[in-house]
């Protein structure tokens, strides 16, 4: 009963979302004390329950989401580690862990991507903009780790690039690269 309450409470947080604009967002969306919105086991099935989309679901890249330039700095949202774990022979759950200086609503990790080698971003439904979304800054969680299950990888590729996003300064900070057919390497395991 527990996690059926976290999940509507999740569903009614993304519809929301989707209905307030983004100035009045960062004032309505921080969740109350003691709810963790976006970091709960119950994130796949949200995403299956809301969207009719299967989490299959692989799209290109939009230029919303290209790294900004400009004076004010470099992306600094660095994904520092991968453990990648394959379910079944074509599906995988990655476990990122991200490294940011988040300084509250106006500058957070806000979403991670893995990366296929054709530029092809495996995204959960296709209207969600990153693989897995961090809906929330982690300022006293650095640096931190999150998960996103049911990533499909065709069985051809054998290599993704996992990165991470900065609300305001974009893509653009350390990126690792994921040798699927290793056990490891620099910054990743893999488990099959």
Not at 89 to 118: I, R, S
Not at 145 to 161: K, M, N, W
Request: with cysteine.
């Amino acid at each position: 009963m527990r996690n059926e309450v976290k999940a509507l409470l999740i569903v009614g947080f993304i519809l929301l979302v989707g209905c307030v604009s983004d100035e009045k967002m960062a004032a309505t969306t921080q969740p109350a004390a003691g709810i963790d919105l976006v970091e709960s086991t119950e994130t796949t099935l949200v995403a299956t329950a809301v969207s009719t989309v299967p989490a299959t679901a692989v799209s290109r890249p939009t230029p919303t989401n290209e790294a900004k330039t400009g004076p004010s700095s470099a992306a600094n949202a660095d994904v520092t580690f991968v453990r990648a774990v394959q379910t079944d022979k074509k599906t995988w759950t990655f476990y990122v862990t991200v490294a940011h200086p988040d300084a509250g609503w106006d500058d957070y990790a806000d979403g991670w991507d893995v990366v296929l080698p054709d530029g092809a971003v495996v995204r959960p439904d296709a209207g969600s903009p990153f693989t897995r979304i961090l809906l929330h800054p982690h300022d006293a969680e650095q640096p931190f780790t999150r998960s996103q299950s049911g990533i499909v990888i065709p069985p051809d590729v054998t290599e993704v690039t996992v990165r991470a996003h900065d609300l305001v300064d974009g893509f653009g900070g350390q990126e690792v690269v994921v040798d699927l057919t290793a056990v490891s390497g620099p910054n990743f395991e893999v488990e099959k």
